[in-house]
């Protein structure tokens, strides 16, 4: 069994930055896509970025692109999530994840486990 635990949300202004952390255990990190995900109150959950199992093809949503950036360390069992130029509109709860797959991919139920999520609250 995997455990991931989120850190680094927090109440921020509009253009302001943030960085994410998830760190794992129980597992063998570096043989997991890694992604993040975001679900606000009364809306569906949805992909944010991910990362595949040593770093390369980076898949980002287009809501995000150009913003933010996912990255991981293997050697720490840790993945992070860079967030700048954030808007009020960023504001969810973020959750990370894991998969078996090689791929980056973007949908959840491909994920085979999850983070308890961390708030990010972005004022304008």
């Known amino acids: 069994q995997v455990q991931l635990v989120e850190s680094g949300g927090g109440f921020v202004q509009a253009r302001d930055s943030l960085r994410l952390s998830c760190v794992a255990s129980?597992?063998?990190?570096?043989?997991?896509?890694m992604g993040w995900f975001r679900q606000a109150p009364g809306k569906e959950r949805e992909f944010v970025a991910a990362?595949?199992?040593?770093?390369?093809?980076?898949n980002y949503a287009d809501s995000v692109k150009g913003r933010f950036t996912i990255s991981r360390v293997n050697a720490k069992n840790t993945v992070y999530l860079q967030m700048n130029s954030l808007k009020p509109e960023d504001t969810a709860g973020y959750y990370c994840?894991?998969?078996?797959?090689?791929?980056?991919?973007?949908?959840?139920?491909?994920?085979?486990?999850w983070g308890q999520g961390t708030q990010v609250t972005v004022s304008s």
């Open positions: 990362i595949s199992w040593r770093g390369g093809r980076p």
């Open positions: 129980g597992g063998t990190f570096n043989w997991y896509t």
């Open positions: 994840a894991a998969s078996k797959l090689a791929s980056t991919v973007a949908v959840g139920s491909e994920y085979n486990y």
